[in-house]
Nanobody, 124 residues
């Protein structure tokens, strides 16, 4: 079992940056694949990025590739999402998610553990 708490959301102008953090409880954080998802009003939750337990493998949605960077610090039980060159279409609630094992999946149903979400709003 792992509990996740996101932070770092807020209001930013287009072209700006934000860094989201997700703090995890539990001693087995380093064995989990971690992912970030987002959900805009009226839309389905979509995959943003994921990182392997070691941090050696990362995967991004095409819409954020080259702008967002996912990383993790297993000593701090924390995963990060650095978001650069933000666009109004990045506006959404951003969720941190975790799954055990080594495979990276992009489907939300593959992740059993979720945080409560943090709002990111990008103004034009």
């Amino acid at each position: 079992q792992v509990q996740l708490v996101e932070s770092g959301g807020g209001l930013v102008q287009a072209g700006g940056s934000l860094r989201l953090s997700c703090a995890a409880s539990g001693r087995t954080f380093s064995t989990y694949v971690m992912g970030w998802f987002r959900q805009a009003p009226g839309k389905e939750r979509e995959f943003v990025a994921a990182i392997s337990w070691s941090g050696g493998r990362t995967y991004y949605a095409d819409s954020v590739k080259g702008r967002f960077i996912i990383s993790r610090d297993n000593a701090k039980n924390t995963v990060y999402l650095q978001m650069n060159s933000l666009k109004p279409e990045d506006t959404a609630v951003y969720y941190c998610a975790a799954r055990s094992g080594s495979a990276i999946y992009t489907g939300a149903t593959s992740y059993p553990y979720w945080g409560q979400g943090t709002q990111v709003t990008v103004s034009s």
